[in-house]
């Protein structure tokens, strides 16, 4: 399953190998960010590249658009498949993010997807009005930054599997959506407030699933991606 994107949520690389062993042969996304970027750094992105994963590097840069663009441009260079800022940075860091990802583009590398994050699934809306202080539904401001990085050129967001089918139905099919908030049936959602099972986020038309703790966290991981998989099957 290409589609599900395991989060390599750990402090160290020691730690993320051994998750890595144990789900060897199962073709999936691997999830690297910013507690692991943090620890292992560049060169551990490389070694998921050179064992044949794909990437998806989860640091959701919001920065001012020319410190954005080099952030993309030496992601672009590690050879990643996706990675992701946040759209609230505005039109014109997105824009500066894909320019800096077409600088970095060349014959040995792949143009990465670039994807917005619109809502954290841990934001509920009271957080969304009384803290962060934007009015009216976590639904209409996922909607209102999709909008945005589409407008700026992105190839999707990451949103919660509860607005999939909006975001599908008002900017396109081929606008990707990459939901975390992955809950299989009995898990604990834990941090969590819009979550999904995998067939039910699938079912809504979501490109890919990001999951983490119901596998990293679980006594046997390989056993509960391949009960995840057996379930979309």
Known sequence: MGRIIVALDYESAEDA?????????????????????????????LKLKEQGYKVFLDLKMHDIPNTVKGGANSITKLGVDMFNVHAAGGKKMMEYALEGVDQAVTSSNEKPLVIGVTQLTSTNVTTLNEEIGIAGTVEDAVLHYAHLAKSAGLDGVVASPLEVTNIKDQIGTDFVTVTPGIRPQGSNIGDQSRVMTPKEAFNQGTDYIVIGRPITASDDPRKALENIIEELN
């Open 17 to 45: 190998n051994s998750l890595l062993a144990q789900l060897k042969g199962i073709p999936c996304y691997m999830k690297v960010g910013m507690q692991l970027f943090y620890a292992a750094g560049p060169s551990f992105v």
